[in-house]
């Protein structure tokens, strides 16, 4: 049995994507010369907006395979695996520790720590919502198997309201979640999860921490050490450790940092 932690790039919508650019590019042509539909300007106009369809939609489905190949972890690039075991390495905790990974997805990320701190126990929390639908507790569970790990657990929660006591963890962590959450104060989602962060423990939240998405980073950094965090650090991922720049902006990654440090 293998590990199975999907694509950050859904198959189904690559394929949806380029199905759909074909089946324009070939109703264009169908348009062109179907005599049933007299010349003029509403065939025209028909012509016209399959063209486009077909010139917008055949582009963008070369882009997501690209992306699907560079997220997929059986590939040369495999840049999921390598983010994944990147913010592990900032994961350390006491035995018998417990630590939280908000939005885990398929669990590749609740599975890296567990293997990195095998005495403690990681929890994967995430609402597995329609928009990745092939991901799945079940799907966690069966991938921790395959791993041959079995200090992690899984439920289903919501990262805006965690069902968690304050300083309930030794870690806590999350990648690429809060960006997808609809909201105009993200950094007041980062302090629900710190929030359940015991004094002393570490975090490490990866995630796209633009100024349009996530405000002003930078102050928020500097508002947890005014709060008494002992250290926090904002890392730009795209410039060499985990993405160079231009790779970044053709992934619409621009803007990934990794916020680490200790409460």
């Given at each position: 049995m293998k590990a199975d932690y999907k694509n950050w790039m859904p198959k189904g919508m690559v394929l949806g994507t380029g199905i759909a650019g074909v089946i324009s590019l070939v109703l264009y042509y169908i348009s062109k010369s179907l005599k049933v539909i007299k010349e003029g300007r509403v065939k025209k106009i028909i012509s016209a907006v399959l063209l486009v369809l077909s010139l917008v939609l055949l582009p963008v489905t070369i882009w997501m395979i690209y992306l699907y190949r560079s997220f997929s972890y059986n590939g040369k690039r495999q840049l999921s695996k390598q983010v994944i075991n990147g913010i592990a390495d900032y994961v350390d905790m006491p035995d018998g520790?417990?630590?939280?990974?908000?939005?885990?997805?398929?669990?590749?990320?609740?599975?890296?720590?567990?293997?990195?701190?095998?005495?403690?126990?990681?929890?994967?929390?995430?609402?597995?919502g329609k928009e990745y639908a092939s991901f799945s507790k079940e799907l966690c569970e069966n991938n921790a198997k395959a791993e041959g790990v079995?200090?992690?657990?899984?439920?289903?929660?919501?990262?805006?309201?965690?069902?968690?006591?304050?300083?309930?963890?030794?870690?806590?962590t999350s990648n690429y979640v809060y960006h997808n959450i609809p909201s105009r104060d993200r950094q007041k989602i980062l302090l629900e999860t710190l929030r359940t962060l015991k004094k002393g423990g570490t975090f490490a939240i990866h995630d796209i921490m633009s100024k349009s998405r996530?405000?002003?980073?930078?102050?928020?950094?500097?508002?947890?050490?005014?709060?008494?965090?002992?250290?926090?650090?904002?890392?730009?991922?795209?410039?060499?450790?985990f993405m160079n720049r231009s790779e970044a902006f053709f992934m619409e990654l621009s803007g990934s940092k990794l916020l680490v440090g200790k409460k």
């Open positions: 520790g417990k630590g939280l990974d908000v939005g885990c997805g398929s669990g590749a990320l609740t599975i890296a720590c567990a293997k990195r701190n095998p005495t403690s126990e990681m929890i994967g929390i995430d609402r597995w079995s200090n992690t657990s899984f439920e289903k929660g919501d990262a805006l309201r965690l069902p968690y006591e304050d300083e309930t963890f030794d870690a806590v996530f405000g002003d980073m930078e102050e928020f950094a500097k508002k947890l050490r005014e709060m008494g965090y002992a250290e926090v650090k904002l890392i730009d991922t795209t410039d060499g450790m």
